[in-house]
Nanobody, 124 residues
Framework: QVQLVESGGGLVQAGGSLRLSCAAS????????MGWFRQAPGKAREFVAA????????YYADSVKGRFTISRDNAKKMVYLQMDSLKPEDTAKYYC?????????????????WGQGTQVTVSS
């Protein structure tokens, strides 16, 4: 059984930081890469960042480059998203996802498994 569980969301002021965590189990833990996506009300789900389990290669959306950092702990099968210099436009529900495909990380259709999401709200 596949399971992805996110945690770490909350309310923070603009300029603040949050660290999201995603615990992978089951088939998700043997995937090729993990990604973070976000979805604001009335908007499509969008790519935020991705990381490969083996090499640790990272990929970021332009909107978060330099502010967000994705990392992983292979032993614990955990993926993290450190979010700094948060802006009100970062407000969204953040989802963790797993993919078995190499080289394709930016689209929701590239991912096989999804968590339930964690809410991040940034106040101005």
């Amino acid at each position: 059984q596949v399971q992805l569980v996110e945690s770490g969301g909350g309310l923070v002021q603009a300029g603040g930081s949050l660290r999201l965590s995603c615990a992978a189990s089951g088939r998700a833990s043997s995937s090729h890469a993990m990604g973070w996506f976000r979805q604001a009300p009335g908007k499509a789900r969008e790519f935020v960042a991705a990381i490969t389990w083996s090499v640790g290669s990272t990929y970021y959306a332009d909107s978060v480059k330099g502010r967000f950092t994705i990392s992983r702990d292979n032993a614990k099968k955990m993926v993290y998203l450190q979010m700094d210099s948060l802006k009100p436009e970062d407000t969204a529900k953040y989802y963790c996802a797993a993919t078995g495909r190499a080289g394709r990380y930016y689209s929701t259709t590239d991912y096989d498994y999804w968590g339930q999401g964690t809410q991040v709200t940034v106040s101005s």
